[in-house]
């Protein structure tokens, strides 16, 4: 069978219907376990679970700030109205993964690989991905402000409409990767880092002053 893929190309979570999905409590989750085909709800403390992996599932208005999940691994998962907000989530691994709406301020996605995802209205603001590789990638009307993306390699990467000032892109790497309509003021980064990056006419005027070109 063919994979699904979203209108743009990207492959989409491969996702059982509803009524196949096991109901799970958020507060119920353990480390070192696999979760498969199951709806996770709910809300939940901080606290450290270490190797989990989720596939196949639906997150739906789970509430889990300060969670630290280091390698964690989403495969095959759809989130809705999510708040993970100053988790950590380090080495973490994010295949065919939808989030939307979702609260994401401040978490730590230091050297993850990110493959077929895309964030829709989803506030990232403050996040870091120093060193983490994201492929496949789309973000849609994000806030993105203070964002570190120091080291970054992108590969067909997408921004539109998103928010992204102060954000920092100091030594990032870019193949076939583009910003549509986003708001660049203040973006951090050094001329060369960002000569592959592909941008509409406004974008580029927004970035001038990093090549010490002034517009009168």
């Known amino acids: ?49 270490d190797r989990l992996t989720i596939a196949e599932s639906r997150l739906d208005q789970v509430a889990w700030p300060e969670a630290k999940l280091p390698e964690v691994l989403l495969r095959d998962v759809q989130g809705s109205t999510c708040d993970f907000s100053n988790a950590q989530m380090p080495g973490g691994e994010f295949q065919q993964v939808e989030l939307v709406g979702a609260k994401l301020i401040g978490i730590d996605f230091t050297d993850a690989a990110w493959r077929n995802v895309v964030l829709t209205r989803c506030n990232l603001s403050f996040c870091t991905w120093r060193g983490a590789k994201l492929k496949n990638v789309r973000f849609e009307d994000c806030e993105l402000g203070d964002a570190d993306f120091y080291l970054v390699q992108f590969e067909s990467v997408e921004w539109i409409d998103c928010r992204l000032r102060r954000s920092r892109f100091y030594g990032a790497r870019f193949t076939e990767t583009k910003m549509t309509r986003c708001d660049l003021l203040d973006l951090g980064a050094a001329a060369d880092d960002l000569r592959k990056l592909k941008m509409d006419a406004a974008g580029w005027l927004q970035l001038a002053p990093l090549f010490d070109v002034t517009i009168d």
Request: net charge negative; aromatic share 6%.
């Open 1 to 49: 069978m063919a994979k699904k893929t979203w209108g743009y190309g990207l492959l989409a979570p491969d996702l059982p219907a509803d009524e196949d999905l096991t109901p799970c409590s958020v507060e119920t989750i353990a480390e070192d376990q696999a979760y498969e085909r199951v709806l996770i709800r709910g809300q939940r403390t901080s606290g450290t679970i």
